[in-house]
């Protein structure tokens, strides 16, 4: 009897470890799927404006985000992304969300770089998240080619769009809020 409890313990343990080992993989695997998708979207930016390679090379850091978003009156968003401190090398990945209402319709699949006027403003965004407003405008694209404002502001930061598929038109209130993934950091 005291050998099936140690057996049963042995396999208990055994599948504990390995589940743990599973989920670090798979946590490495959505790090890596972040960064890659990260990195291509910089090449997308660096192509349709060739100086933000510097501006992003000189800035304490930067910001890439993915979303996906659909709007009819009242829309939402999400998407995930990193910020990168040049300094360190660190990237701290992150989710952001966002909500609209207003006179707007679309639905569409966008990147975003934010590139970080100074540390304090970068280490505020990734510790404290950050919440923006909006405005109106409008936006087409496909195949990652913007046809719209590529622009706009935040506290500490440039902020930059590129319509990847979709298009999304009209005036609407917004607000986004950016936070640390806690399942990949």
Do not use: C
């Amino acid at each position: 009897m005291k050998l099936h409890h140690l057996l049963m313990n042995g396999v208990i343990t055994l599948s504990l470890l390995s589940g743990s080992a599973l989920a670090a993989d798979d946590k490495a695997a959505k790090q890596a799927e972040i960064r890659t998708v990260a990195q291509a979207s910089l090449e997308k930016f660096y192509a349709a404006q060739p100086e933000l390679r510097g501006q992003v090379a000189k800035a304490p850091g930067y910001g890439v985000f993915t979303t996906y978003g659909l709007s009819f009156l009242v829309g939402g968003a999400g998407g995930k992304g990193l910020v990168h401190n040049n300094k360190t090398k660190k990237d701290t990945f992150m989710a952001m969300a966002q909500a609209s209402a207003g006179a707007e319709v679309g639905i569409a699949e966008s990147e975003t770089l934010i590139i970080f006027e100074s540390a304090k403003s970068m280490d505020w965004f990734v510790n404290k998240g950050w919440e923006g407003g909006g405005g109106g405008g409008m936006q087409a694209g496909a195949g990652g080619k913007s046809a719209g404002v590529a622009g706009g502001g935040g506290p500490g930061g440039a902020y930059y769009t590129l319509t990847k598929n979709g298009l999304q038109a009209g005036v609407a209130v917004k607000g986004t809020k950016f936070w640390k993934d806690g399942d990949l950091n």
